[in-house]
């Protein structure tokens, strides 16, 4: 990297880069971060972390410097403490990226650029690294604090690492160098009042949890679908018990009962992998009020549509679509990856989710909402379909997805905005 980190080293000459190197040490360098720990300090750190069971506060890290031997001013010791603090719980030289208010995402390109995007939209930061394997230390080391595997055996991994979601990639299978991938994920614990300034989308989303009716977000990436999720199911009754399915942990809504289940790739022989439709399985073992799947993306459709169609009301979750019209394509697309042909997926669908809900992002503005709410019904030829209950720009609406909507909240005695 420019500035020092832990692992890092200055970059050679550039004549006597090995072939394949010589992009990365033309580039002139950017600007020198803050001094990072040195490598004796952070050693003690971690020897005291493993005495501790991992836990280590400020008070601790103080010690750590203490017990170095070491000899600095008020002003270097302030500066150390924040460095180990960085190198040991967050990410390093980029935790001061990561926190500026706005960041979303940090991403390292195949050429060591440092990537920001947030409300000021996406920009190369002053940051870059110099070398590729500083990108594979760094990597390496985020995978194993979170309990995942990182090398050439399995070069890419998915982990939720405190308040991060972290996807790296490593060479071969990333062309040109590692790739990084970082996304802050922000308070998660949202008010729902915070995130919807519209009263009518207000009520309905209320009124959808409290009826019980099951349904999925559906968004582009970094549209707010996990944050609006998270938000919805904090109005789950505190006497519910939540149970939440994810590859990766991501949600975290405010709630008393909530329980968590993570998928796990398999070893260097390729065992031990659980994933997530056997998850789903176990969730249903697990007396859930409501079951939450945080993102649908392959074969675990099919537990999740089958719980639905068995009684467990209230379940929700999220799924990586451009409208509420282009739903029905992707769950047809997943159920094929569970051996569904589209007919039954669409049979299947249609009795188990009541409706969808579209949130997008503004790109000039980075302003999230929702802007569509759909009914899914399947039509007389047996094919999966959409019609729209709310539409966000439009006002328009279906006269009977809208009717069915009063009259499905009516029941369960709660109203429709609209």
């Known amino acids: 990297m420019s500035g020092s980190g832990p692992d890092a080293t200055p970059a050679p000459p550039a004549g006597s ?31 005291r972390a493993m005495g501790q069971g991992g836990g280590l506060s400020e008070v601790d890290l103080a010690s750590a410097v203490r017990a170095s031997g070491r000899v600095m001013g008020a002003a270097s ?73 990182l090398d050439d055996a399995q070069p890419f991994v998915d982990v939720s690492l405190g308040n991060y979601r972290i996807h790296a990639v490593l060479p071969p299978i990333s062309t040109g160098g590692p790739l990084l991938s970082i996304r802050i994920k922000g308070n998660r614990n949202q008010r729902l009042e915070t995130l919807v300034d519209d009263p009518g989308w ?16 559906s ?23 939540i149970v939440v399915v994810e590859d990766s942990q991501e949600l975290a809504p405010s709630h008393p009962h909530l329980v968590g289940l993570q998928s796990r790739g398999g070893n260097v022989e390729g065992a031990g992998e659980i994933g997530m439709d056997t998850l789903v399985r176990q969730a249903l073992r697990m007396r859930p009020d409501r079951l939450v799947v945080g993102e649908c993306r ?7 549509l089958g719980a639905m169609n068995t009684g467990h009301e209230g379940a929700a979750g999220t799924v990586h679509a451009n409208s509420v019209n282009a739903v029905p394509a992707r769950l047809a697309a997943m159920g094929a990856l569970a051996s569904m042909d589209a007919a039954a997926t669409a049979l299947q669908a249609a009795s188990a989710l009541d409706v969808l809900i579209h949130v997008w992002r503004d790109p000039a503005t980075g302003a999230r909402s929702p802007v569509q709410l759909g009914r899914v019904i399947l039509t007389e030829s047996g094919t999966l379909a959409v019609r729209m209950i709310r539409e966000t720009g439009t006002g328009d609406s279906d006269p009977e997805a809208l009717a069915w909507f009063r009259t499905r909240l009516k029941a369960a005695g709660e109203a429709s905005p609209w």
């Open 17 to 47: 880069a090995r072939r394949g190197r010589r992009r990365w040490e033309a580039r002139s360098p950017a600007p020198p971060p803050a001094p990072s720990a040195p490598a004796g300090v952070l050693e003690e750190v971690r020897l």
């Open 77 to 149: 010791s302030t500066e150390m403490l924040r460095s180990l603090s960085d190198d040991i719980h967050g990410l390093g030289i980029l935790e001061r990226l990561a926190q500026v208010p706005g960041t979303t995402d940090i991403l390292i390109d195949a050429n060591g650029r440092v990537w920001v995007d947030g409300s000021a939209g996406l920009h190369a930061s002053e940051l870059s690294f110099t070398d590729p394997g500083q990108i594979r230390a760094l990597a390496v080391r985020l995978a194993a604090a979170g309990g995942r595997r």
């Open 202 to 217: 207000l009520a309905a989303l209320g009124a959808i949890v409290a009826a019980k009716l099951n349904f999925l977000v």
């Open 219 to 241: 968004g582009g990436t970094g549209a707010g679908k996990t944050t609006l999720l998270a938000a919805m199911l904090a109005r789950v009754p505190g006497d519910e018990r």
């Open 298 to 304: 392959g074969a675990e459709v099919r537990e999740f």
